[in-house]
Structure formats: structure tokens, C-alpha cells
């Protein structure tokens, strides 16, 4: 089964600090990789997305660093702020003969405190 | 406004009942996808379709159905099979392209009485 693993599940900082949020998966077929921001009791909307054939990724204070030999691809939040508290997921992208799908990380779950 | 609606915002089924969620998108997409989110294990794919009178089975489809008789609405039903339906339910579409970015609905959280 396809799977996206991500880490850590909870994550607390202080603000200005830097969140940093990993994610792993095996296939080698996955080939783009949406992060998405949700916050309690609404629907995810879509952060920023890198293409495998590029390694990073920056759009104002969030950064996505893609290592395709590694399989695995980090988002960073500079500057951290306290709107920025909400779940966060990784996810991974494929093309089937049925269409293109998600496969989605667990989520994590940021607190950054004022 | 341009987007996805999903109704009701609250549903409550009693044991032995069919409940039906409804997901409506005016953003011209072709694809539209169904999630189940439960605390601690992220989205997980229900049910998804491509086009129009055609739908794929996701990785939880037992105890669900949907229907994609127009572009515009992809409802599901939560059957009687699904013993565990208590969730938060989302709906998302997506334009043609294989990289384009899929857009959520607000949610539907049903829940058992």
C-alpha cells in the first residue's frame, strides 16, 4: 500500500521561531507533493507543492526541501507566528489508469506560542 | 463565488440508517474526490471520479457509494455497512491537469446517535 509517513505529530514553538516538518514515502512513482494547512473544523487548503525535479521550494515565510534519493521532502516555516497554529499535512501525488490521486501523512499538529 | 459547498454541516444517523452528504463545485472541475478524516490518521480516499458515470473505489470504500450522475455533484452515502461512521467528512475537486491542486470543501461531521 502507498503510504506517506510523516513526523513529528505534534509540534510546539515559540514565535519567530522555525517549524520544521518531515515526511518519508517509498514509491517511486509519487511525482508532486502538495503540503496543505488546516485549521479546526474547516477543509485543507493548499500551502505550497514541489515537483520531484526540484529541491527546494520557497513561497514568503514557507519553504519545501525535496531529497528524491532519500524519498523524503521537508516543509519550513520561518518566522513563525501564532496564525500559523493549525494541523499540517504532506502529501504525495500519483497517476493511475483510474486518475490522479493523494495519499496523504498523518498530520501534524502546530502550536506557536506568542 | 467560485467553490465547493458541502451540506449539511452537522448530520446525525441513528443505527440502521442510510445517510446521504452532499458535495456540489462550481469551479468547472472534472475530478472529485471523497475523504474521511479521523483524529490522528490524516485523510484517508473513500471515493473518487474522473468524469461524469464514472467512480473508483479509494482505499476505505467499504460501507459507502457515491453516484456522479453531473459535473457539478458527487454525493456519498454513509450506509448501514459502515459500523463506524462517526468522522469528519471532506470532498475536494480537482482541474484536469495530474499536478493540479486538489480544493476542499468545508466538511461534514457526522456523527452516530
Known amino acids: 500500500q502507498q503510504q506517506v509517513k510523516q513526523s513529528p505529530q505534534s509540534l510546539i514553538v515559540q514565535k519567530g521561531g522555525i517549524s520544521i516538518i518531515n515526511c518519508a514515502y517509498e514509491n517511486t512513482a509519487f511525482d508532486y507533493f502538495p503540503w496543505y494547512q488546516q485549521f479546526p473544523g474547516k477543509g485543507p487548503a493548499l500551502l505550497i507543492a514541489i515537483r520531484p525535479d526540484v529541491s527546494e521550494k520557497k513561497e514568503g515565510r514557507f519553504t519545501i526541501s525535496f531529497n528524491k534519493s532519500a524519498k523524503q521532502f521537508s516543509l519550513h516555516i520561518m518566522d513563525s507566528q501564532p496564525g500559523d497554529s493549525a494541523t499540517y499535512f504532506c502529501?504525495?501525488?500519483?497517476?493511475?489508469?483510474?486518475?490522479?490521486?493523494?495519499?496523504f501523512g498523518e498530520g501534524t499538529q502546530l502550536t506557536v506560542n506568542p | 463565488d467560485g467553490g465547493i459547498t458541502q451540506s449539511p454541516k452537522y448530520l446525525f444517523r441513528k443505527e440502521g440508517q442510510n445517510v446521504t452528504l452532499s458535495c456540489e463545485q462550481n469551479?468547472?472541475?472534472?475530478?472529485m474526490y471523497w475523504y474521511r478524516q479521523d483524529p490522528g490518521q490524516g485523510l484517508r480516499l473513500i471515493y473518487y471520479s474522473q468524469i461524469v458515470n464514472d467512480f473508483q473505489k479509494g482505499d476505505i470504500a467499504e460501507g459507502y457509494s457515491v453516484s456522479r450522475e453531473k459535473k457539478e455533484s458527487f454525493p456519498l452515502t454513509v450506509t448501514s455497512a459502515q459500523k463506524n461512521p462517526t468522522a469528519f467528512y471532506l470532498c475536494?475537486?480537482?482541474?484536469?491537469?495530474?499536478?493540479?491542486?486538489?480544493?476542499f470543501g468545508p466538511g461534514t461531521r457526522l456523527l452516530v446517535l
Open positions: 475536494a475537486s480537482r482541474a484536469g491537469g495530474p499536478r493540479e491542486t486538489q480544493y
Open positions: 502529501a504525495a501525488s500519483t497517476q493511475e489508469t483510474s486518475g490522479s490521486r493523494l495519499t
Open positions: 469551479l468547472n472541475h472534472d475530478a
